[in-house]
C-alpha cells in the first residue's frame, strides 16, 4: 500500500520524549490520524494511534500487520519529520491543531 502523503504537526509540550504529531493517507484514500513521533532510547520511533481503556491501558485503534508495513510506515514519518526539522520549517510551523483541511477530509 502506497504511501502518498504524510503531515507533521509538532507536539505543543516542550522537553517531553513527544516530539510530534502525524497523519498519513494511503493511496489518497484512506487518513490515519494521530500517530505520535516519540524521541526512545535508541531514536525515534512512531506510536500508532491508541485509546485508553477502562482499566488504563492503552490499545492501538489502528496498526500495522506486518513488520514489513510497519517500517515503511515509521521509515515515511520519521523521514519527513527529519526533513522538517533539518530545514528549520518545524519550529515554524503550528502545533497539532485539527488542521486537516489539506487532506480534504
Not at 502525524?22 to 524521541?39: C, H, P, S
Not at 535508541?42 to 510497519?70: C, Q, W, Y
Amino acid at each position: 500500500m502506497k504511501i502518498t502523503e504524510v503531515k507533521i504537526y509538532p507536539a505543543r509540550e516542550s522537553g517531553t520524549r513527544l516530539k510530534a504529531y502525524a497523519t498519513i493517507v494511503f493511496e489518497n484514500a484512506f487518513i490515519v490520524r494521530d500517530l505520535k513521533v516519540i524521541e526512545g532510547e535508541k531514536g525515534l520511533f512512531v506510536s500508532m494511534p491508541s485509546r485508553r481503556r477502562k482499566d488504563g491501558s492503552f490499545r492501538d485503534i489502528a496498526h500495522p500487520l506486518n513488520g514489513e508495513t510497519r517500517k515503511h510506515i515509521e521509515e515515511s514519518i520519521i523521514n519527513e519529520y527529519k526533513s522538517l526539522e533539518s530545514s528549520g520549517k518545524l519550529n515554524s510551523m503550528g502545533s497539532e491543531a485539527d488542521d486537516y483541511s489539506s487532506f480534504g477530509a
